[in-house]
């Protein structure tokens, strides 16, 4: 395993350095060899998921040079237009985890818990491997590995409780004027019923029963986007979308 040292003076290497896009080819290549068929299969899916997700969205972490240079080989002035992944090398792989793992994947992927679960599980292998092939530092991807080990535990029993709650609120079809419709952070939970506040305007509603299924996945914290209505006796979850970690 290479020191920090010889990661930063990689670094300066700057083309003599393979894209992204290589690196994840070559990491891809490594597990083919010792994953069933199967499992490598939801490897893939995930690498090449991530690998959306930094096309779209890591040109925002950029600094001033590296978006000029973005921009010159990515706009429609250029010779030869190239993803985010083949203009940029592995430092940029680790730092877009974060984005990929708590916004990409529960805001634009339509995916089920297995594939939730391995995002986490590949990111925590993927990010092992890149400090021992020296494409990373340690410190790094100690932040990445907990980031993929939280998102295998969260993300899978998240969307679990989105499908729960969904169902739940099925029944109230005809919304109301008066629905309150927004995003819900959990802040208290008890056996029967939680208590959540409006992160829009901070007020908060409560208790709102619900079933002991739904209440063993809830966690504070975690945001509930969908609508809650207020009768004379009690507080209602009558719409559940999304359940985001």
């Known amino acids: 395993m290479r020191s920090r040292t010889d990661f930063e003076r990689g670094q300066?290497?700057?083309d003599n350095r393979p894209s992204i896009s290589e690196v994840l080819a070559e990491y891809l290549?490594?597990?083919?060899?010792?994953?069933?068929?199967?499992?490598y299969a939801r490897y893939e899916d995930v690498i090449r998921l991530f690998?959306?997700?930094?096309?779209?969205?890591?040109?925002?972490?950029?600094?001033?040079?590296?978006?000029?240079?973005?921009?010159?080989?990515?706009?429609?002035?250029?010779?030869?237009?190239?993803?985010?992944?083949?203009?940029?090398?592995?430092?940029?792989?680790?730092?877009?985890?974060?984005?990929?793992?708590?916004y990409f994947?529960?805001?634009?992927?339509?995916?089920?818990?297995?594939?939730?679960?391995?995002?986490?599980?590949?990111?925590?292998?993927?990010s092992k491997w890149l400090v021992e092939k020296g494409y990373a530092n340690s410190e790094d991807a100690d932040l990445a590995i907990q980031q993929g080990s939280?998102?295998?535990?969260?993300l899978p029993a998240a969307a679990k409780l989105t499908a729960?709650?969904?169902?739940?609120?099925?029944?109230?079809?005809?919304?109301?004027?008066?629905?309150?419709?927004?995003?819900?952070?959990?802040?208290k939970i008890e056996s029967d019923r939680i208590w959540v506040e409006d992160e829009d305007d901070g007020k908060h509603y409560g208790p709102i029963l619900l079933p002991e299924k739904a209440?063993?996945?809830?966690?504070?914290?975690?945001?509930i986007s969908g609508a809650v209505r207020i009768t004379s006796s009690r507080y209602i979850l009558v719409e559940a979308y999304q359940v985001l970690p």
């Not at 290549?29 to 499992?39: D, G, H, I, M």
């Not at 994947?105 to 986490?120: E, N």
């Not at 008066?178 to 819900?184: Q, T």
């Open 215 to 223: 209440i063993k996945l809830c966690r504070v914290g975690w945001v």
């Open 150 to 154: 939280d998102a295998a535990r969260d």
């Open 29 to 39: 290549s490594a597990e083919k060899r010792r994953l069933s068929p199967r499992t």
């Open 12 to 14: 300066a290497e700057g």
């Open 105 to 126: 994947m529960v805001r634009k992927v339509i995916g089920d818990a297995a594939t939730l679960q391995a995002s986490g599980s590949v990111i925590k292998k993927l």
């Open 164 to 187: 729960l709650l969904y169902d739940l609120t099925a029944k109230h079809q005809t919304p109301r004027e008066s629905d309150i419709e927004g995003h819900f952070s959990i802040t």
């Open 51 to 102: 690998s959306h997700s930094l096309n779209r969205y890591a040109a925002n972490s950029l600094n001033k040079a590296e978006r000029e240079l973005f921009e010159e080989t990515t706009g429609a002035e250029a010779d030869r237009p190239r993803e985010f992944c083949d203009v940029f090398g592995p430092e940029h792989i680790l730092g877009n985890v974060g984005e990929f793992l708590n």
